[in-house]
């Protein structure tokens, strides 16, 4: 897991794409959130991620690509990245070359909308509102619950029941 947490951890723009398997993503997406489900902003978020803009891509050639988005997209914001897109698409096809015309034209202009989008917000720094709700409610409860171990611990040492937050 080394490598990969490297990676997320370096990288400006982090895309996670999975194809529909029965409505959610793939088994293999969900063991390597699975992996960093610490990350999360309720146990021993990464101050870097506030940093970061993710996108979370599904395509299916019927349905089922918003709950496969909403699988990478949850781990994502609860990672704490400010801004999280999202793009599911059906595809209407088995194969790249057979994807009508229309929904290619149609995958262009979302594509290069959110390309706009993630070049106007490159460098913003900050956190989802939604972690930030989690973050709050964890401190609470940290402040008046017998602590947790490591979580408590690793807030403590980061300031975060004080003044300091992961995303300033």
Known sequence: M???EKAVLSADLIILASPVYVYHASGQM??????????????????????????????????GMKSTVKDMADSLEMWGISKVYRLGIGVQAARPDEIPDGIKKSIHRKTDKMAGQIRENAGKQGCNRRAKMWFYLMRMAHKHFAPMEP???????????GKKRPWK
Not at 37 to 45: E, K
Not at 151 to 161: T, V
């Open 2 to 4: 080394e490598p990969l």
């Open 151 to 161: 979580d408590y611990g690793y807030w403590e040492e980061r300031g975060w029941h």
């Open 30 to 63: 969900m063991s390597f959130l699975d992996h960093f489900g610490t990350w999360w902003m309720i146990h021993r978020p990464r101050p870097e991620m506030s940093r970061k803009q993710a996108v979370a891509i599904s395509t299916a050639a019927g349905g």
